[in-house]
């Protein structure tokens, strides 16, 4: 087990984390955190390594989804199991506040750290909390915004065939002062190819209609 805690703050657009560019919400960029100091010679100095590295690329995995907002991130607990012969599985949670909000937003990530090259390769991050939430009328008009901002996603990265989103069912909880989360299920089809489902979860931001975040993991086609 391994125990962090770090404070950042961050007015993203006006520099770089770690020696990487800033980057804007809604990019491809492929998000790795290093440690800034040498090769750990000690078992302390090596629990260090693999708290900064995994700072780094959870801050610049949060960074990519607020485009030119204030950030500020608190690191909390991270455990580590061994993922093969130079890989550690890590998972931990801590909580961030977004531009001017006064109420912090809890957060949990999994992530692989590389003993070797010291790094920590694209966390996946999922902000929020893990309560259910309530169940969303379909003819709500959140639930209909989320529907239309998927399909245009879900198009957009499967371009190349015909395919469709749907959602079956929505539930929604209050996060920090100004936003939503929302958790749903639904089903991918793709043509002639079988059709899949889809766990769905978004952050929502009352006051201006953005997605913080909205991702999707799709199961097997069947």
């Known amino acids: ?96 506040r977004i531009g001017d909000d006064t109420t912090w937003l809890p957060f949990h990530f999994h992530a692989l750290y590389d003993t070797e090259q010291a790094t920590v390769d694209s966390p996946q991050l999922t902000l929020g909390s893990d309560e259910p939430g309530a169940l969303l009328a379909r003819r709500s008009p959140i639930v209909q915004r989320l529907g239309s901002e998927l399909a245009r996603r879900f198009h957009q990265e499967f371009a190349q065939q015909p395919t469709q989103i749907a959602l079956d069912t929505v539930r929604s909880a209050p996060a920090g002062g100004h936003y939503l989360q929302l958790r749903a299920r639904g089903v991918a089809h793709f043509g002639g190819e079988g059709q899949a489902g889809a766990d769905i979860q978004a952050l929502y931001d009352t006051r201006n209609g953005a997605w913080l975040q909205l991702d999707y993991q799709l199961a097997d086609r069947g």
């Open 1 to 96: 087990m391994i125990r962090a805690a770090i404070v950042v703050a961050l007015l993203l657009g006006a520099g770089s984390i770690a020696g990487m560019p800033a980057v804007s919400a809604g990019s491809a960029t492929r998000v790795v955190g290093k440690p800034l100091a040498a090769q750990p010679a000690t078992r302390e100095e090596g629990v260090q390594a693999v708290d900064d590295a995994t700072a780094a690329a959870l801050i610049g995995a949060i960074a990519t989804q607020f485009d030119q907002r204030r950030v500020e991130v608190e690191l909390g607990r991270i455990d580590a199991a061994p993922a093969g012969f130079v890989q550690r599985e890590l998972s931990g949670n801590g909580r961030l």
